[in-house]
């Protein structure tokens, strides 16, 4: 298990919160919330049928049945009355898991929610974007993922943050300096007593090469020390650069990022989803995500070839940023 997990898990259990996971019909989610009971990491709600869903220590609901749906529903239609929602067609939404199981985070009856095992990034972003929106000052949801590598060598130890690598298809310069910002705040929550240093990365550096990406990229560089100019922060980087200190010698020796990234953030989700996924697969490591920044309350999605341990992870997480958003 890597540091940083232990430091997660530890924090979870010394002040317990309230997580639902609304794929009860999933067993890696039934697996996973054993273990998770068992470390006690979390109070846990899960959603699905009680006949069936056997997790001593988890409170099973079923939101077809729940007690609260119909002041969930209530609640529902009254934020979506704009769109013109109306009080049954609210009563239906509630039967779907992860909505019912987003209302409860959204009334007090949940610190958090953690879904994406069977269903898509989609399904569980908006029914948080509608219901518990932004945080207050975010212009920007995005998604990263915290990787444990077992190259020590790089970033934290071998600990390091990739963004975005989940729901940004192609954001422009101004939307990709946001995506860097809010992933160096979220590196100094997860990582506290480690600096955040902001690598943008494209195939160019430092304007070696030209095209669109370069391009954008370094515009993002300059908006996002424009609004930040105290965080380390530079690029464009190629990734060799970013990383290893020789290679930043030869390509970037001025940079006070090069060589020492902690955070890489990809010029789109083409190239970071394809980036994170190399390292985990050839290259060992443990991918904790993806996780969001910049909901008001804490909605982390799962990848679908995620494992009952993956899941563990993002719960512990997610307990963590419903402790720190206190």
Same mark, same amino acid.
């Given at each position: 298990?890597?540091?940083?997990?232990?430091?997660?898990?530890?924090?979870?259990?010394?002040?317990?919160?309230?997580?639902?996971?609304?794929?009860?019909?999933?067993?890696?989610?039934?697996?996973?919330?054993?273990?998770?009971?068992?470390?006690?990491?979390?109070?846990?709600?899960?959603?699905?049928?009680?006949?069936?869903?056997?997790?001593?220590? $988890?409170?099973?609901?079923?939101? #077809?049945?729940?007690?609260?749906?119909?002041?969930? $529903?209530?609640?529902?239609?009254?934020?979506?009355?704009?769109?013109?929602?109306?009080?049954?067609?609210?009563?239906?939404?509630?039967?779907?898991?992860?909505?019912?199981?987003?209302?409860?985070?959204?009334?007090?009856?949940?610190?958090?929610?953690?879904?994406?095992?069977?269903?898509?990034?989609?399904?569980?972003?908006?029914?948080?974007?509608?219901?518990?929106?932004?945080?207050?000052?975010?212009?920007?949801?995005?998604?990263?993922?915290?990787?444990?590598?077992?190259?020590?060598?790089?970033?934290?130890?071998?600990? =390091?943050?990739?963004?975005?690598?989940?729901?940004?298809?192609?954001?422009?310069?101004?939307?990709?300096?946001?995506?860097?910002?809010?992933?160096?705040?979220?590196?100094?929550?997860?990582?506290?007593?480690?600096?955040?240093?902001?690598?943008?990365?494209?195939?160019?550096?430092?304007?070696?090469?030209?095209?669109?990406?370069?391009?954008?990229?370094?515009?993002?560089?300059? =908006?996002?020390?424009?609004?930040?100019?105290?965080?380390?922060?530079?690029?464009?980087?190629?990734?060799?650069? $970013?990383?290893?200190?020789?290679?930043?010698?030869?390509?970037?020796?001025?940079?006070?990022?090069?060589?020492?990234?902690?955070?890489?953030?990809?010029?789109?989700?083409?190239?970071?989803?394809?980036?994170?996924?190399?390292?985990?697969?050839?290259?060992?490591?443990?991918?904790?995500?993806?996780?969001?920044?910049?909901?008001?309350?804490?909605?982390?999605?799962?990848? #679908?070839?995620?494992?009952?341990?993956?899941?563990?992870?993002?719960?512990?997480?997610?307990?963590?940023?419903?402790?720190?958003?206190?």
């Amino acid at each position: 298990m890597s540091d940083f997990l232990d430091r997660m898990k530890a924090a979870a259990k010394s002040d317990k919160k309230t997580i639902v996971l609304p794929e009860g019909e999933d067993p890696r989610t039934i697996e996973a919330a054993k273990k998770i009971i068992e470390e006690g990491l979390a109070e846990l709600v899960i959603l699905g049928d009680p006949d069936v869903i056997d997790v001593p220590g $988890a409170t099973v609901i079923d939101p #077809r049945r729940a007690e609260k749906k119909q002041a969930y $529903a209530e609640k529902f239609a009254e934020l979506r009355a704009k769109k013109g929602v109306t009080l049954p067609e609210a009563m239906e939404q509630m039967n779907d898991a992860t909505y019912f199981g987003t209302m409860m985070v959204k009334m007090g009856d949940a610190d958090g929610l953690v879904s994406g095992a069977c269903h898509s990034t989609a399904n569980t972003l908006r029914p948080a974007l509608q219901i518990l929106k932004t945080a207050p000052g975010t212009k920007l949801v995005s998604a990263f993922f915290i990787m444990c590598t077992k190259t020590p060598q790089y970033g934290a130890e071998g600990t =390091l943050l990739f963004a975005d690598c989940g729901l940004n298809i192609n954001p422009n310069a101004d939307e990709l300096s946001e995506i860097a910002l809010a992933s160096a705040e979220s590196w100094k929550a997860f990582m506290p007593g480690e600096e955040p240093k902001v690598a943008m990365l494209s195939f160019s550096t430092m304007g070696s090469a030209k095209g669109d990406v370069p391009t954008k990229v370094q515009e993002a560089v300059k =908006l996002a020390n424009e609004k930040n100019p105290e965080l380390a922060l530079d690029g464009d980087l190629q990734l060799d650069a $970013a990383l290893v200190q020789s290679v930043a010698d030869l390509k970037a020796p001025s940079s006070k990022v090069a060589g020492n990234a902690n955070i890489l953030v990809f010029p789109d989700l083409e190239a970071g989803n394809i980036g994170y996924k190399l390292v985990q697969r050839f290259g060992g490591a443990d991918a904790y995500g993806p996780i969001l920044q910049g909901i008001a309350k804490p909605v982390n999605d799962l990848s #679908r070839g995620c494992s009952a341990d993956d899941i563990v992870g993002v719960v512990a997480i997610t307990a963590v940023q419903a402790q720190m958003a206190e």
